[in-house]
């Protein structure tokens, strides 16, 4: 009897032991496997975890994961940088008649005519640019915009953070972005973080006219009075959220981010910020998510970081196709900027749907660009090394800048800018080096593709 009741107790046992390994091994089995892909077309995977290496922690395996394929490249590139030829490290001359024209460009023309602004929201938009590339009515398009009276204030009811949509006479609209930053601080973390640097989106301005990629809405920097030009024109919602902190005047508007514990105050009375020109109510824009969107998660990946044949799958699509369409070299167009101005925040894109035929890429909302310029965000050129595709045009304007010309062009457009509006100057010298190094880069990418003979005759050149 005793001999039976144990071996009963021994069977039992081995049940629950075998049931419990066979657990085991299942749960490890499911927790190893691959993550289930995400809907549709939606650019963001789950990290393989079966291809790391177990033998550090979980998070950090991710992290190299992530990063393998971005700075296995970013190694070969800095190895292409070590002899490039000598001619990207000097001046070519013509980029004085370039810089020339632009400055011209930008002079105020007297007795502007009564129907200025017909010009810019009639005349200039086309399927490829904002404005064209000879405009001898900017400058005095400019000037308007910065001394244009406000008759209205209210919360722009767009995107996350304080912004304010103006009415001014003749009934013209423009954005508002208040400064939250001093000229020299550097933004720490991830490329995307902060609050928008209102100063890079006139920089992003003139850097567009430089590149011949005049996609940019026209901006300019503004000083607002507070007091008589936003409280005495206010909506009562925006008029809600103005006080006065000492002699100080303050706001912190209606947004998904804005909050009393978080205004922005001016000096006094005067809040310095940009104006952006709202583009005319007859352009439809369509806004697209970009094939190179960033997960802003750290333990998730967007294939594009971990697939090194990422580009061929993104020509599949008919709107990206090189053969019928020049999306995908707009991209690459809008990489180069992004990676320029450090702007790794590009998370959509816009195109004007007006019956035009192959519509451009815009360049709209640059505001968290210029970081920190002592990083450079290799990742961000992720279209032109994964594509090793430009458009001629574009290629042609970069090497036009080489061996400091960049720098020096920006800085004399810039200038004009600062006299006009009277204020301090918009970048700082680290940052404008930060430019110079960086379109380094993009001339050892090109080369890099040369070398490996991926461009083709086709892909290299102008697809308009």
């Avoid at 549709?40 to 992290?63: G, H, Q, Y």
């Avoid at 490039?84 to 024209?101: E, M, T, V």
């Avoid at 590339?133 to 009811?157: C, H, M, Q, S, Y």
Wanted: charged share 25%; net charge positive.
């Amino acid at each position: 009897m005793i001999g039976r009741r144990c071996a009963v107790f021994a069977l039992g046992g081995l049940l629950i032991l075998v049931l419990t390994v066979n657990i085991y091994f299942i749960r490890m089995i499911v927790e190893s496997s691959p993550g289930k892909p995400n809907s549709k077309n939606l650019p963001v995977i789950e990290p393989k975890m079966n291809k790391v290496d177990f033998s550090t922690k979980p998070s950090e395996n991710i992290e190299r994961f992530q990063k393998s394929i971005t700075r296995d490249m970013e190694k070969k590139i800095k190895a292409e940088m070590r002899t490039l030829p000598s001619k990207y490290f000097k001046q070519n001359a013509s980029y004085a008649i370039l810089l020339d024209r632009l400055l011209i460009e930008l002079r105020t023309m007297p007795n502007a005519r009564d129907d200025i602004w017909n010009i810019p929201n009639n005349n200039w938009p086309d399927a490829h640019c904002l404005i064209p590339p000879a405009a001898p009515e900017l400058g005095t398009i400019l000037d308007a915009l910065r001394k244009a009276k406000v008759t209205r204030a209210d919360n722009a009811a767009l995107g996350t953070q304080l912004k304010l949509m103006l009415t001014l006479e003749h009934g013209i609209r423009a954005l508002f972005k208040p400064k939250w930053y001093s000229r020299n601080t550097v933004i720490e973390g991830p490329v995307y973080y902060g609050k928008d640097r209102h100063n890079a989106e006139i920089v992003a301005f003139h850097l567009s006219s430089l590149l011949a990629l005049r996609r940019v809405p026209i901006t300019v920097a503004r000083k607002l009075n507070l007091r008589e030009e936003v409280s005495k024109h206010a909506t009562s919602e925006l008029y809600a959220t103005i006080y006065q902190e000492g002699n100080d005047t303050c706001l912190y508007g209606v947004c998904h981010y804005c909050s009393p514990g978080d205004p922005v105050c001016g000096s006094g009375e005067i809040l310095e910020g940009t104006l952006i020109l709202w583009l005319p109510s007859y352009l439809k824009l369509v806004k697209h998510r970009h094939p190179w969107q960033r997960t802003y998660r750290k333990n998730r990946l967007a294939l594009w970081e971990a697939d090194s044949n990422y580009c061929e799958k993104v020509k599949e699509f008919k709107a990206y196709a090189p053969q019928s369409s020049s999306r995908l070299l707009d991209l690459v167009d809008t990489a180069i900027f992004d990676f320029l101005m450090d702007n790794g925040d590009r998370h959509h894109y816009e195109l004007m749907q007006n019956n035009f035929h192959n519509p451009a890429v815009l360049l709209i909302d640059n505001g968290k660009s210029l970081g920190n310029p002592n990083v450079d965000h290799f990742d961000i050129l992720a279209p032109l090394y994964q594509c090793c595709m430009i458009h001629k045009t574009t290629w042609d304007r970069l090497k036009l800048l080489s061996g400091g010309s960049l720098s020096i062009s920006l800085a004399k457009l810039l200038s004009h800018e600062e006299a006009m509006s009277d204020i301090e100057p918009l970048i700082t010298v680290e940052h404008l080096s930060a430019m110079d190094r960086r379109l380094l880069t993009i001339y050892s990418v090109v080369e890099f593709c040369i070398r490996q003979k991926k461009y083709t005759s086709n892909v290299i050149l102008d697809h308009r």
